[in-house]
Each structure stands twice: as C-alpha cells, then as structure tokens.
C-alpha cells in the first residue's frame, strides 16, 4: 500500500479505485528517495503566477516605461505597436472573434491580466528569457495593456492593481473540463 | 458495406473501385495463389539485371562494427520535414514521415517534435524535478533516484493538437503525409508512475491539479488534471528502450496517455500541485478551440479518434494498374481502434480493413487492405471507430461542428485522390 497514513482523501480513494481496474497503474510503493525541500528553497524556481495574481512577485511598473523596454527587446519579432512583425500579433483584433477571421491577441483573446506577466517573465524575450527585472515585466505588461486600450498611460501596474484589470474576452471561454456524458 | 459482383476467379470485391477482403493477404491457398506473382505496391517485375551476377558486396569484407548504428545511406531520405517560426530555429515543429514507414513503432530521431523554445542542452547530473505546492513534503528527485523507482511500460502514440489542421484551409494543400498528419508518433515509453512521487509528497485533500513546467527557454507550462496524473501519467525516462532523445525531453519528461502532445511537458522540472488550474498562456491563449460564435472550448484535453492512409498517399506515384496493398495508421485517445474501414469512392462503400497485432489502447494501430486499382481515378479514405463507438468524422461534420479556426484537435477523415496517370493528391472529397 501507499503511504498514506492520515492523509488518504482523494489520493489514497483514487489510488485504490485505479488498483482495481484493468489497464491502470496499481498503487505501488517507491523507495522513498525525494528529498525534502522547503518552501524557500523552491522559491527561485516558482514562477507560476496564478490568474487571481496568486505568485505576482514585488514591483511595479506602467505603460511609458514599458514602450522603452518594448523598444529594445520586443519590436524585432512584434514591431513597434505590436500589431504584427514576424510573430505573433499582441494588439488589436477586438471584436474579430466571430469573423471569419479572427485575430487572437492579448488583447482580444487573453483571458486573464496576470497570465501576461506569467508569460513575459518565464518566456521572453526570446532570446534571454527570464533575464528582465520584475519592474521591467510589469512595465511591458502595463504596456501591452495600454496600447490595447484596456488601461490607461498613467496606471501602474504591480501585484494588486493586475489582478483587477478586466479583460475584454474573460467570458470567451467554454471549460469542457470534466467532460460530461452526452 | 457494398458488395459487387466479382469477375470469375478473382478474389472477393467487398466494396467499390476495387476493394478486396482483409483475409486476401491473411490466409494462404486460392486468395493468395490469386495475389501471388503481382506484387504488392508494384506490378511491374523487379528490373534485376540478367544474367544474374554476384554482387561485389559479396566478394569482399563487410564493414566493422560501431557503437551506435545508423541507417543505410540509401535511406538517407527519410527524413523529418520541419520549419521554425521566422528569426528563431527551435520554436516550430518536426514532423514523422509516416509515408516512408511501417508498423507502430516511431524510430526516436523521427518522432515529431513540437519546441516553443529550442530544444535545452541538459545536463543530467544538474537536471531536479521538483514537486511543491498543495503537498505535506515538498520533494525534489534527480535522474539517478527516478531510475531506482518501479517502472512502467506502454507503446503508446502521442500526438500535437494542431495535427492535421493544414486541411482546415479553404483548399486542400497539396503536401506529403507527414506535413499534414506527421504530428503523431508512437513509443514504448518507460517511466515512474507519477501517481507513485505524488503520493511520496502527499497531496493535499484540496488538490485537484497539477501545474508541470519544463526546463527548457519557454519554461513551457501546462495545468493537468490531479484524476489524469494519479491516473495513468508517467515521468517517462526511456524512449524505445533508449534515454529520452534530446528533442523529446531529456532526461524526464511528462508522459499524459492519450492527452494532446504539448501537455507532456518534456524536460519536466517541477509540478506544482494546485487546487485550480494556472490558466497559463499555453491553455487559454494557446490549445483553445475557436467556435464560429467567437467563444473558445477550453481544456480539451484528449485526443480523438483518428486514421490515415499513409500508402498510397499524397506526392507519391502508383505504377501500373494491378493489386495493392493499402496501408495505414489509426488511433484514439480513448482507448483500442475497435475497427477501420476503408473507401476506394470517395466514401459510398467501405469494407473492414484487416488490423496488424498489436491492437493497443492509446496505440498507433496498423491497418492493411488489399486493393485492385484498375488505373482509374479513385479516392481511398479511412474511417476508425474507438472500442467507446466514437467514429471519426469527414471534414464537413467536423467543420459543420467546429467552424474552420478551431485550429487543433482535426481529426477529420483524410481523403487521397489516385488519378488515372497514378499521381496522388490530396482532395476534400
């Protein structure tokens, strides 16, 4: 059996179900030889920012200071509005949605506000990927925010102010997780 | 299934335009003596050179051994196809040239790749997998722990959810196979039972995901169900009896049966265990499926029933007009390929083509027919049905369900055009 003396809820009931069916892996035991960390110890490493703002790190930043961080790492692949360049397009394409050709940016597709933060400081730029300051990363987010019309030039952006902003496609979404019988 | 008449002699016609039973190329005596002498995939003779002579291969020493083979140089064209968004070299795709093999199995340096990032020269000393989040202990492994714990193995496919959507476009692009359909491939994967580390950590009562990120320059990160990880996921650690190739996660990737590809997040590096998903930029921006009414189907997960003619196919040439053997790939997310039938018509009569053991859950599954073209124009499509009964559906169903932007998860029946002067096409039929 697991270990899963007092802590057996939906781990230990799901282990069992899955042991009696054909096909699924059995509960097996392991030799136990993950080493324990703190959460401290994790902490360089997590970087997921969940859409609530749950992991948004200290800093701040807004939209003039982002066009200068836009201008030297940014405008090669997505140009100087981010409304096209080599790749993808960041701006624009509200209202597209149910065209015939619809176009998913940041702004007309993305649901969530702290998603872009999440994205921009785990993967870009491109070719220095977590390289930029937190600052930095807000002040791109604040940018891209901007120039889509969802908030203004002077609003700053940090851990308590993203989280709130609205974005336009935030009920664009149809879960289909868990699937239901039809 | 239409049967027409049959000319004397001749094997048993099942459906139109030529299509043959299954059992002429599974059993012996007059269905064979039938086939015997044709060829399969050619009905020309062999142009061997007369008279007979000893090849000079035979007169002298063969070459010596070497520590890690390679294919014969006259192989040297199968290759993958593959591109990469422009001014970047790794964030594209590689694609499994399906139309120059055979059986189920993938050799590693042809399995497709999907990178957002290039693909991470790791060191496996230095390589952690750390497990945190909604856990009791918060845990991290390194390969050599990993390689201590019980294994498991499965031949199972794994598939990118934008498979097949070059067909989405208003014409049929005229492209090989393996352009349209190479984002499948199929493994013998090896791993640890994730279920087994989560269970070391100790997930919490209210944990219901787990968010898998990768060491590679996207840190590529993806919430997946606690139900799938406690499931059937492995952390895989070989790949057809080898380490992981580089391009498909070296030295542990995430291995989700069954799920679209970008989910088995390769070069696996940390997990965290959540109570909600982290709505990251791969599953809401990314590997959503666009409606015509603008909204988009989220989490959708598992890969559906799907088969495609891999020969004849798109770019390669018949010869002379004679008996064929059609062959092909089908698989499901779901589970087993319960059955395939196949079209010479262009889909007014099908016959049940024959399976090839191994017929696996979550497998790529091979299918033969014979067939007898007579020179004519014909179109050969596919058809699968999952053991849950789910069958895979034409192009218009799906773009009647799903619009044209849906972008992944087309699994829509592939239709190749055989003309007279033994080109094949792709065609929308």
């Given amino acids: ?21 054909p096909g699924t892996v059995a509960a097996q035991e392991g030799p136990g030889l993950g080493v324990e960390l703190t959460e401290e110890q994790i902490a360089a490493w997590d970087i ?26 940014c405008i090669a692949c997505h140009t100087t509005d981010g409304e096209g360049g080599l790749n993808d397009r960041l701006v624009g394409g509200h209202g597209t949605l ?55 030039a002077d609003d700053v952006m940090d851990a308590a102010s993203l989280p709130r902003v609205e974005m336009p496609n935030r009920d664009g979404f149809i879960v289909v997780w868990p699937p239901t019988d039809e | 299934m239409t049967r027409t008449q049959n000319p004397p002699g001749q094997p048993e016609q099942v459906a139109g335009n030529g299509i043959l039973h299954r059992r002429l ?5 007059a269905a064979m003596a039938g086939a015997a002498g044709m060829g399969l995939m050619t009905a020309r003779p062999a142009s061997a050179q007369l008279p007979l002579e000893v090849p000079e291969w035979m007169k002298a020493p063969g070459a010596a051994m070497s520590g890690y083979g390679t294919p014969s140089p006259h192989e040297e064209h199968v290759q993958r196809s593959f591109n990469s968004l422009p001014g970047t070299i790794g964030s594209g795709v590689s694609r499994t040239p399906h139309e120059r093999l055979e059986g189920i199995i993938t050799p590693n340096a042809l399995h497709f790749e999907r990178h957002h990032n290039g693909i991470p020269d790791i060191d496996p000393g230095r390589h952690r997998l750390v497990i945190h989040g909604l856990v009791e202990r918060p845990l991290m492994f390194d390969l050599e722990s990993l390689s201590r714990y019980p294994l498991v193995s499965r031949i199972q496919f794994l598939e990118c959810s934008g498979n097949g959507r070059a067909n989405d476009a208003a014409e049929p692009p005229q ?15 090896t791993g640890v039972p994730l279920s087994v580390l989560l269970d ?42 080898e380490r992981l190739m580089p391009g498909n996660g070296y030295p542990m990737r995430l291995f989700l049966p069954g799920y679209e590809g970008n989910m088995s997040i390769k070069w696996l590096r940390r997990i965290e265990v959540t109570a909600e998903p982290m ?56 589970g087993r390929i319960r059955r395939v039938e196949v079209s010479a018509d262009g889909g007014q009569s ?40 789910a069958v895979q559906p034409t192009r218009a169903a799906l773009h009647a369900r799903l619009g044209t932007q849906f972008n992944y998860h087309h699994n829509a029946i592939q239709s190749w055009l055989v003309a007279a002067d033994g080109t094949v096409s792709n065609v929308y039929a």
């Fill in chain 1, 1 to 21: 059996m697991p270990r899963i003396a007092g802590f057996l809820s939906p781990l230990g009931v799901l282990l069992i179900c899955a042991a009696a069916l």
């Fill in chain 1, 48 to 73: 997921n920012v969940a859409p609530d703002g749950t992991g948004l790190p200290p800093g701040s930043g807004d939209a003039r200071r982002g066009a200068e961080v836009f201008a030297v790492w």
């Fill in chain 1, 98 to 152: 149910d065209s015939a050709s619809p176009v998913r940016t940041v702004g007309s597709y993305w649901p969530y506000a702290p998603t872009i933060f999440d994205y921009i400081r785990r993967a870009m730029p491109y070719a220095q990927p977590q390289s930029l300051t937190n600052d930095d990363v807000y002040a791109l987010t604040a940018y891209l925010l901007q120039l889509n019309g969802i908030i203004g």
């Fill in chain 2, 25 to 29: 190329f599974l059993t012996g005596g």
């Fill in chain 2, 175 to 189: 492209l090989a196979l393996s352009e349209i359909h190479g984002l499948v491939s199929c493994s013998d994967w």
């Fill in chain 2, 200 to 241: 070391e950590a100790g997930v919490a009562p209210e944990a219901r995901w787990i968010v898998a990120e990768g060491a590679d320059a996207a840190a590529m990160t993806r919430s997946v169900p606690m139900a799938k990880a406690l499931d059937d996921a492995i952390v895989a650690i070989y790949q057809n009896g």
């Fill in chain 2, 279 to 334: 709505m990251t930029r791969e599953e809401t921006s990314k590997y959503t499926d666009l409606l015509p009414d603008g909204r988009a189907l989220q989490f959708t997960f598992q890969m559906g029933v799907k088969s495609v003619i891999t020969s004849p196919s798109g770019g390669l040439e018949m010869q002379a007009p004679g008996l064929y053997q059609i062959s092909g790939i089908a698989w499901s997310g779901a």
């Fill in chain 2, 350 to 389: 099908w016959a049940e083509a024959a399976l090839t053991d191994p017929v696996l859950p979550i497998s790529l599954t091979r299918f033969r027919m014979p067939w007898r073209w007579n020179g004519g124009p014909a179109v050969l499509q596919s058809r699968a049905v999952d053991e849950t009964g």
